[in-house]
């Protein structure tokens, strides 16, 4: 391999791969710590700060050609999104679920119950009268079944998602194995 391939192609490559890990890395330190997780984000944080070092070392050193900068920033670029999507998938945490309903029977609070989820329902008034304000807090996995159910029984309903840091006791069932287990301990 020629030199001037290796400082014009493979150089720029690493750091390329390079900045996609430490970034993707950085990405999940940043949602662990918003996660409090007190083991994971420094130990994220260790890798995020010991590859960005490797990285920048080969753009500081001497003159460095273009495709070294191009390579540095499309890896920060593309980090970016693969942290976000890693970060999407992985789904951790939980998160409450506002519903708010003009109307008083849709099924939706037994459909939520009926699929394993805790629900509070609280009367309120909205800008146009009377609403229901129903609450639950989910296992962020779970959301995309929250919103198809919201859907299915009440389509128009408003409704809003905030991530939740930190929950106890309640109703957080690992799946639907689990409701029907603790159903039937119940009833015995």
């Not at 159910?149 to 905030?162: D, Q, R, T």
């Not at 930190?166 to 957080?172: D, M, R, V």
């Amino acid at each position: 391999m020629s030199s001037e391939v290796y400082e014009y192609v493979v150089i720029p490559l690493l750091i390329f791969f390079a900045r996609v890990l430490d970034v993707s890395a950085g990405t999940l330190r940043i949602v662990f710590i918003a996660r409090g997780s007190r083991f994971l984000a420094p130990l994220f944080g260790f890798f995020e700060v010991l590859i960005w070092l490797i990285a920048v070392r080969q753009v500081l050193i001497g003159d460095p050609p273009w495709t070294i900068y191009v390579g540095y920033a499309a890896g920060f670029t593309m980090g970016n999104l693969t942290g976000v999507y890693i970060e999407s998938r992985l789904a951790i945490g939980r998160q409450v679920v506002r519903i708010i309903t003009k109307r008083e029977k849709t099924g939706l609070p037994d459909a939520l119950r009926e699929a394993g989820f805790g629900v509070t329902i609280v009367t309120g008034r909205g800008a146009r009268g009377p609403v229901q304000i129903l609450f639950s807090v989910i296992d962020r996995s779970r959301l995309p079944e929250v919103v198809q159910l919201i859907g299915l029984h009440n389509p128009g309903a408003f409704y809003s998602v905030e991530d939740v840091r930190l929950s106890e006791e309640g109703i957080f069932l690992p799946g639907r194995k689990g409701l029907q287990r603790r159903l039937r301990s119940r009833a015995k």
